[in-house]
Nanobody, 111 residues
Framework: QVQLVESGGGLVQPGGSLRLSCAAS????????MGWYRQAPGKGREFVAI???????LYSDSAKGRFTISRDNATNTLYLQMNNLKPEGAAIYYC?????WGEGTAVTVSS
């Protein structure tokens, strides 16, 4: 059974940076795509970035140029480096693999 545990969220000022991590267990993920999504208060869950198992990456327009998704197949860990965070980036961030989801990690962007 796949388990995903996100970490690294917290409070950051506008313009600041955070690095999120997602630890996967129950299955190796070197041969699957993995993604980050987020859900802001009162809004639906939206796509942020995806890391393809062949090395490709894809970003939402809001993440492009500021966020970087990466993965470590040796440790089954997915990362999301977020730079120049904006207040609208405040949300619960979730990682996903094979239609499974973690519990999320909260990011607050406020001065």
């Amino acid at each position: 059974q796949v388990q995903l545990v996100e970490s690294g969220g917290g409070l950051v000022q506008p313009g600041g940076s955070l690095r999120l991590s997602c630890a996967a267990s129950g299955r190796t993920f070197s041969d699957v795509n993995m993604g980050w999504y987020r859900q802001a208060p009162g809004k639906g869950r939206e796509f942020v970035a995806i890391s393809g198992y062949l090395g490709t990456t894809l970003y939402s327009d809001s993440a492009k140029g500021r966020f970087t998704i990466s993965r470590d197949n040796a440790t089954n860990t997915l990362y999301l480096q977020m730079n120049n965070l904006k207040p609208e980036g405040a949300a619960i961030y979730y990682c996903s693999m094979l239609q499974c989801w973690g519990e999320g990690t909260a990011v607050t962007v406020s001065s």
